[in-house]
């Protein structure tokens, strides 16, 4: 089976602070995401990779940055967290060419306080 | 681009029970990809059921099968005979090629009621 895992459910940091959220995917796939999910607003689009080294902004990379330097592994960074970045935070990873499901982490709950 | 609209919130639905739930959506492309993925309380979002444009037949997985109307931009989502399990919050998706991000709806609440 397809293996999404995020390095923690659940997550409290402070203002200002730098936060990683850690992704890895065991199936060698392309194509990572990093989601952001709010009641109301459903899952967002903050940044995707296609490979190794590359990276597309999404909807609302504003306050975020990421990181690939290996292919199963997928990083997603608050630079300086503010309260208004407390959410859930998903990741995914697809297989590139044809269109295949996208498959998802856990997630991780973010609170900023 | 593309965009995906879920117009229900909130769905209840009785235990063996038949539900429907709407999604809408809007693409100048003409290949395109469907999706309905579900989110059980606390757990990972899983793929329901997915539905490629050029493909008349509407896709079907046991007791989940979608109405896919091309002309009217529709993709709604019927589960049949409800069970407990199907609680979750269920998101409509799309996407144009398998290399390009999905967009989803906003999600629909679904509870079954024993």
């Known amino acids: 089976d397809v293996k999404v895992t995020q390095s923690s459910r659940y997550l409290v940091k402070r203002t200002g602070e730098k936060v990683f959220l850690e992704c890895v995917q065991d199936?060698?796939?392309?194509?990572m995401f990093w989601y952001r999910q709010d009641p109301g607003l459903g899952l967002r689009l903050i940044y995707f990779?296609?490979?190794?080294?590359?990276?597309e902004k999404g909807d609302i990379p504003e306050g975020y940055s990421v990181s690939r330097e290996k292919k199963e592994r997928f990083s997603l960074i608050l630079e300086s967290a503010s309260t208004n970045q407390t959410s859930m935070y998903l990741c995914?990873?697809?297989?590139?060419?044809?269109?295949?499901?996208?498959?998802f982490g856990p997630g991780t709950r973010l609170t900023v306080t | 681009a593309q965009t995906v609209t879920q117009s229900q919130p909130e769905m209840s639905v009785q235990e063996a029970e038949t539900v429907t739930l709407s999604c809408t959506y809007d693409?100048?492309?003409?290949?395109?990809?469907l999706f309905w993925y579900k989110q059980p309380p606390s757990r990972q979002m899983i793929l329901v059921i997915r539905?490629?444009?050029?493909?008349?037949q509407n896709a079907t997985e046991n007791r989940f099968s979608v109405n896919f109307q091309k002309a009217a931009k529709s993709f709604s989502l019927k589960i049949s005979d409800s069970q407990l399990g199907d609680a979750a919050m269920y998101f409509c998706?799309?996407?144009?090629?398998?290399?390009?991000?999905?967009?989803f709806g906003k999600g629909t609440r679904l509870s079954v009621i024993a």
């Open positions: 990779s296609y490979d190794v080294k590359m990276k």
């Open positions: 693409t100048s492309e003409s290949d395109y990809y």
């Open positions: 995914a990873s697809s297989p590139t060419g044809a269109v295949y499901e996208q498959y």
């Open positions: 998706a799309s996407t144009i090629s398998g290399n390009t991000p999905l967009v």
């Open positions: 199936m060698d796939h392309e194509n």
């Open positions: 539905q490629e444009a050029y493909k008349q």
